[in-house]
């Protein structure tokens, strides 16, 4: 069992991934931007931890993350401006895990979405465009770390019921509910074989635990972040 902290405590697919991981026998810590939010995760049997991400050096942040096993960043600006979007998206992401590394908390899972990367094609003049270069910058810097980590780029998230069967390495977006991909983060903390790769998942037909070990690969999660950069 591990000592788990989740950057944006409080959204949607957090605070369905907090249940999971306490159920596991996990001690889960949340990262919540207002203490009115404090009630609805310590309902989850997660411990909120009251925190302005964007205001934090990288000092700060390690200070945070001290004891933590494991950081998972589920945050995001949410939409707004684009300034908003780079200082949340990427710059609090990128010093998240400059401070994860420089407080030994080596494992680190990011949720992206399934279109980042260099080629993610969103035109400069959508709103859209600044949270795909923020992501991409983000997953990009991740690669080149030590750390132990894991990006997972799920599809457009729906509300429905969880299914427990995704699709990984689809070319082609779809959708995923939300509760999966919440099961999808619990289960890549648990499978070393998801260190050091990213993972597109939709909705699909293979269970969320068969689907990681495939995508994850038979030697996945032998080397260090600098081994594989």
Known sequence: ??????????????????PLLVAAGHEVSAVIRRPEQAAEVADTGATPLVADITAGDVEALAELFDGQEVIVWSAGAGGGSAERTYAVDRDAAIRSMDAAAAAGARRYVMVSYFGAGPDHGVDPSDAFYAYAEAKTAADAHLRETALDW???????LTLDPPTGLINVDDERGSHVPRADVAAV?????????????????NTGDLPIAQALRAAGGADGGAASGAERA
């Open 1 to 18: 069992m591990a000592r788990i902290l989740i950057i944006g405590g409080h959204g949607k697919v957090a605070l369905l991934l907090e």
């Open 185 to 201: 983060i619990a289960a890549s903390i648990a499978e070393p074989t998801t260190i050091g790769k990213t993972i597109r998942f």
């Open 150 to 156: 894991t990006i997972l780029q799920p599809s457009s």
